[in-house]
């Protein structure tokens, strides 16, 4: 029998999922033509996150927000400045694994610690899905090529995801998040479905980014 979710699960599995989604549509333009702003707004993130937590009533929010500040540096360092090299894309938003893991081991900020271990999920997966498919060659294509030539490098990849391997591996990685997010949402714990939010979410990106992609 599956055990009764803590009050405002919900709503936390929601922001979770929104905040995966922000850097999409809000982080990724702005860091290409602000790239230091983008840095900057980190510290606005985590003094804001920081604040939150002092209050009780806030506490959990500035939690998950201050998880929500380790995932927007690592895409501001990478597609600010790395971003022609996607062999370094999984190890730099990585950065703040260190960081999380220890605080974990101690108790402390499981909210924010599991949204980045969630999100972190998520792009492991994702990026996986581009090594097992020989995409990364496209991938850094796409961060070099005028725009003019985009329509028939995103052509080539969807012409690649469109065999049996490519729907085949897409099929088995969407049934490992369903899984673990699944899974996730079993538990009665707050940051156990703050986990499922931004693994399940993922799904909802790399969604659209297909859709994208079939239209060239």
Same mark, same amino acid.
């Given at each position: 029998?599956?055990?009764?979710?803590?009050?405002?699960?919900?709503?936390?599995?929601?922001?979770?999922?929104?905040?995966?989604?922000?850097?999409?549509?809000?982080?990724?333009?702005?860091?290409?033509?602000?790239?230091?702003?983008?840095?900057?707004?980190?510290?606005?993130?985590?003094?804001?996150?920081?604040?939150?937590?002092?209050?009780?009533?806030?506490?959990?929010?500035?939690?998950?927000?201050?998880?929500?500040?380790?995932?927007?540096?690592?895409?501001?360092?990478?597609? @600010?400045?790395?971003?022609?090299?996607?062999? &370094? *894309?999984?190890? $730099?938003? =990585?950065? +703040?694994?260190?960081? %999380? /893991?220890?605080?974990?081991?101690?108790?402390?900020?499981?909210?924010?610690?599991?949204?980045?271990?969630?999100?972190?999920?998520?792009?492991?997966?994702?990026?996986?899905?581009?090594?097992?498919?020989?995409?990364?060659?496209?991938?850094?294509?796409?961060?070099?090529?005028?725009?003019?030539?985009?329509?028939?490098?995103?052509?080539?990849?969807?012409?690649?995801?469109?065999?049996?391997?490519?729907?085949?591996?897409?099929?088995?990685?969407?049934?490992?998040?369903?899984?673990?997010? @699944?899974?996730?949402?079993?538990?009665?714990? &707050? *940051?156990?479905? $703050?986990? =499922?939010? +931004?693994?399940?979410? %993922? /799904?909802?990106?790399?969604?659209?980014?297909?859709?994208?992609?079939?239209?060239?």
């Amino acid at each position: 029998m599956l055990e009764q979710p803590v009050p405002n699960t919900w709503l936390f599995f929601g922001a979770s999922a929104f905040l995966v989604s922000v850097p999409v549509f809000f982080q990724a333009p702005l860091v290409r033509a602000f790239p230091w702003l983008s840095l900057g707004l980190t510290g606005v993130w985590l003094a804001v996150s920081l604040f939150l937590r002092k209050r009780p009533a806030t506490h959990l929010a500035g939690d998950l927000l201050l998880g929500f500040s380790l995932t927007w540096l690592a895409g501001s360092l990478y597609w @600010g400045w790395l971003r022609t090299e996607p062999l &370094l *894309h999984l190890p $730099v938003e =990585a950065i +703040a694994l260190p960081f %999380t /893991l220890i605080t974990l081991s101690r108790g402390w900020g499981k909210v924010g610690n599991w949204f980045y271990l969630g999100s972190l999920l998520g792009t492991a997966v994702t990026d996986a899905y581009f090594y097992l498919m020989n995409l990364i060659p496209a991938w850094r294509q796409l961060m070099q090529v005028p725009p003019d030539q985009i329509a028939t490098i995103f052509h080539q990849a969807v012409v690649q995801m469109q065999t049996p391997a490519g729907v085949g591996w897409a099929i088995a990685l969407v049934a490992l998040l369903l899984t673990v997010g @699944g899974l996730a949402l079993r538990s009665a714990s &707050l *940051h156990a479905w $703050v986990f =499922a939010g +931004a693994v399940l979410s %993922t /799904l909802l990106v790399d969604g659209l980014f297909w859709l994208v992609a079939l239209q060239f």
